[in-house]
């Protein structure tokens, strides 16, 4: 077990997977993202800081090690990895990702209103329309929802139009 990691910036295969999935949009974030190991609260889950700062729990990485690179190639994992990278993404927009997921998640804790639901349908403007107007973990679910979609080799058509725009295509 590790126990002096403390952060480390992305590793190649994890940049090649941000370049995969979003195009140029994280360009400039890429030097500064830091991978974290989860060390407090759930560390079943996974959390994005302001800053750049990633935390995915010890199953997460390539024999449990927070030094080797995270195990990309499992759907659930690079689901979850995009997810918290789309946070990144939406701070990069201006949007105050922290405190609207703070809010969400106390309003799940006391009242049990899903944060991450979010009506899925077929259609791509639809589904676009949907994106556009979620708010910011409903967003990190779809777009998890598209990569775990993608990295299972099944891509969904539904997600083209958020993938166009997530990427900066559209």
Known sequence: MVRWFWSRPLLPPEMAFVQRHFGAALDAQLPTLRLYLR???????????NGGRISMPR???EAG???RPLRLNHPQIAGVFAHEL?????RAQGRP???QALWLQLRFALCGHDPYAYERCSDPQAMHACFAAAQVEQQGQIWEDHVRACVAGRPAAEFAL???QVAGRG
């Open 39 to 49: 060390r407090v609260g759930d560390t079943r889950r996974a959390l994005s800081l």
């Open 59 to 61: 199953t997460c990485f």
């Open 65 to 67: 090690d927070p030094r």
């Open 86 to 90: 789309l946070h990144e993404w939406q």
């Open 97 to 99: 990702v922290t405190r």
């Open 162 to 164: 958020v993938a166009a």
